[in-house]
């Protein structure tokens, strides 16, 4: 699908909640059709001299397309009583800014929020009863919901805590692992 063409399907439909993952996917489905840079720097309009080229004429006729299609697709990805609040806004960066300003987060509750996943990503154990691949996706969701809050999660760290935090049955598996890993840095240091 070229950028010309509008999609059928925007991410999903904003509804006044889960911004954050809203504003990321919103974000990368309009970067997929260049039109991110229309909401971010919004750069007005030249008027058209007298006499104006037709590439001109074709030029600007695009660049207003863009910033149309921008503040529609925002439009359509949200829900009626959300798109009140931006109705008056005439262009997708006022648009935008204004979602920004209500449905951001302050610094203060983005940060209790960090704390509040912090700590539960630090109590998470592994249960008797669970699968590897549910426990990781309970640490994915975790780490997931931080990440958009500006705190970094290395791929380490997160490795770390699964392998700590697997019940004894797994032991022998994280040994080997271990092992493997030992093995490999020799390896490299050799080579």
């Known amino acids: 699908m070229t950028s010309n063409n509008l999609p ?12 954050q993952i809203w504003s990321v996917k919103m974000q990368a489905f309009l970067e997929a059709y260049k039109l991110w840079e229309t909401v971010t720097e919004d750069i007005p309009l030249a008027a058209l001299q007298a006499n104006p080229t037709l590439a001109q004429i074709k030029s600007n006729n695009e660049k207003k397309a863009k910033k149309s299609k921008a503040k529609s697709l925002m439009q359509n990805a949200m829900a009626d009583t959300v798109l009140y609040r931006i109705m008056a806004c005439k262009i997708a960066k ?13 610094d203060r509750t983005q940060q209790m929020q960090v704390l509040n996943l912090k700590r539960e990503f630090e109590s998470l154990n592994m249960q008797e009863d669970e699968t590897i691949s549910k426990y990781a996706d309970r640490i994915s969701l975790i780490v997931n919901n931080i990440r958009p809050l500006g705190e970094e999660f290395t791929d380490k760290r997160i490795m770390e805590k699964a392998l700590v935090t697997l019940p004894e049955r797994f032991e022998s598996k994280i040994s080997s692992l271990e092992e493997f890993k030992d093995l490999g840095r020799e390896v490299s240091e050799r080579g």
């Open 8 to 19: 059928l399907n925007p991410p999903f439909t904003f509804t006044g909640e889960n911004y």
């Open 94 to 106: 006022e648009a935008c800014d204004r979602f920004k300003g209500e449905y951001q987060d302050s």
